[in-house]
């Protein structure tokens, strides 16, 4: 097994054999002394730590938002990391100077989250208009709720730049000549290539956590984690296929992030709906990083992809030292965080019939705040109907019990019914 991690920061090869699960915003700020990534919660809410994470997929570099106090320095191999001090190399570049005409800081804590997380909407947004931009920085707050300014830095900047970046998967040239990003971004994808051939650090089968997007674990006891033996789920969003299908199945991949499947044009063909979920699943830095084996493992009984799964009557395939087992979803939850799971086991993906014609499906999620918040209530409906007549449903809801519920007497009494 390879001792080091490897992977470019900002313009800079790293190769380091420090603790691989010290979260990356620490290695950043104390041993790397790049203080403009700021931390706060350390909880993955409020988005001070965001920054750029670049992944090789074939023929281009994936640019995402995340939050790196949940993100293992694992996490970073063979990937190029952008912080606020990568974007700078020579004054201030487009954004900044959009924020600084518009007056959009005042105590300036959140200034660079949010030039991050706008960086990221120009390398990544297929659209680029004001609601994409917007969506790219529901993760970032500011604590000094200078919202109305940030919003016409931000509208200013798409005004100004939409004519000019195109469709094209490929922007980077585009984005240097704007000055959005600095010269050196050119050459990162060759710089990235021969780091592709490491092997991946994976294999240990003596450790105290699995661990996929961290999401959970590292909010949980960072400092606990950080001090044991871990096994990283080999989890990679963007080089796996996160959602396939298969005759008349589509599956998930268990290590999946939950943006990549709720965004992948399969799921948006068969789930009109699916919108739902972006909209309520935590904030796109948290999507980005958050699995959808996780999710389910994690069994919280507002488990919101467990619940929307649930409701498409999904199965789970694991896979252990001794074979492969798989069940259905609902068979899983056993009790409050009591898992039908058997040693050693690792979910490996996840399977439902592909929904035929008139079929209906939604999730809603109920909370104090509209944005950002867990489940007061959650629910998934699924069903199948001739006209107006349910033919055959199932429905499922989160926080009604101690486990994500898959409610197994409501379809017989749906069924047969008028839809009013
Ligand atoms: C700010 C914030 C907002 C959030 N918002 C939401 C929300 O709106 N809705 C929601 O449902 N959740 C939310 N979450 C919770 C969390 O992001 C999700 O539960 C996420 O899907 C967990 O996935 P992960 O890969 O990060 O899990 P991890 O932290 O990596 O793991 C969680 C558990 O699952 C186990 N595990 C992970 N993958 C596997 C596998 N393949 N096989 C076996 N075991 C495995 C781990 O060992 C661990 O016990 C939020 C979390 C944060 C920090
Ligand atoms: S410090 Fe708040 S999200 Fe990381
Ligand atoms: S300007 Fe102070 S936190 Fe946003």
Redesign the pocket.
């Known amino acids: 097994m390879p001792e080091k991690i490897s992977f470019i920061l900002n313009n800079e090869l790293i190769s380091t054999d420090i603790n691989p699960a010290l979260s990356l915003v620490d290695y950043i700020r104390y041993y790397k002394k790049l203080t403009g990534t700021k931390v706060s919660c350390r909880?993955?809410?409020c988005g001070a730590c965001s920054v750029l994470a670049g992944e090789l997929n074939d023929e281009r570099i994936i640019y995402k938002n995340v939050n790196f106090c949940?993100f293992s320095l694992h996490s970073a191999n063979r990937k190029h990391i952008v912080t606020i001090e990568g974007l700078n190399t020579s004054g201030l570049n487009a954004i900044q100077e959009e924020f600084l005409k518009n007056g959009a800081l005042q105590c300036g804590f959140c200034t660079p989250e949010f030039i991050i997380s706008l960086t990221c909407f120009f390398l990544s947004s297929d659209v680029i208009d004001i609601y994409n931009a917007i969506k790219f920085v529901s993760g970032n707050l500011c604590r000094c709720a200078g919202y109305f300014s940030i919003k016409d830095a931000i509208s200013n900047l798409v005004k100004n730049l939409s004519g000019k970046v195109s469709e094209s998967q490929d922007r980077i040239e585009e984005l240097i000549s704007l000055n959005i990003i600095p010269d050196y971004f050119k050459d990162i994808k060759s710089r990235l290539m021969p780091l592709q051939n490491y092997p991946m650090l994976d294999d240990t089968e003596d450790y105290d956590?699995?661990?996929?997007?961290?999401?959970?674990?590292?909010?949980r006891d960072y400092n606990l984690v950080k001090s044991s033996r871990i096994k990283y789920?080999t989890?990679s969003s963007s080089t796996i296929e996160a959602v396939w299908q298969n005759f008349n199945k589509i599956f998930i991949s268990?290590?999946a992030s939950?943006e990549s499947v709720i965004t992948s044009s399969v799921i948006k063909k068969y789930f009109k709906n699916i919108e739902n979920l972006e909209k309520?699943?935590?904030?796109r830095q948290?999507r980005n990083?958050?699995?959808?084996?996780?999710?389910i493992?994690?069994s919280?009984p507002?488990?919101?992809?467990?619940n929307f799964l649930l409701s498409l009557n999904a199965e789970v395939y694991f896979r252990n030292g001794y074979g492969e087992r798989k069940l259905l979803l609902r068979d899983l939850f056993l009790n409050y965080k009591k898992l039908n799971l058997r040693n050693g086991?690792?979910?490996?993906k996840i399977s439902f019939n592909i929904p035929p014609k008139n079929t209906f499906s939604n999730f809603i999620k109920i909370s104090r705040r509209n944005h950002?918040d867990?489940?007061s209530v959650n629910s998934a409906v699924y069903f199948i109907r001739t006209d107006d007549v349910i033919k055959k449903c199932s429905v499922s809801a989160g926080r009604v019990a101690p486990i994500p519920k898959y409610l197994a007497d409501t379809p017989h009494y749906l069924k047969g019914k008028k839809i009013s």
């Open positions: 909880e993955g809410e949940i956590f699995l661990i996929s997007g961290g999401t959970d674990l590292y909010v789920a989890h268990a290590f939950v309520y699943f935590g904030s948290i990083k958050a699995t959808v084996g996780g999710n493992i994690n919280s507002i488990g919101d992809m467990s086991e690792i979910l490996t950002l867990i489940a």
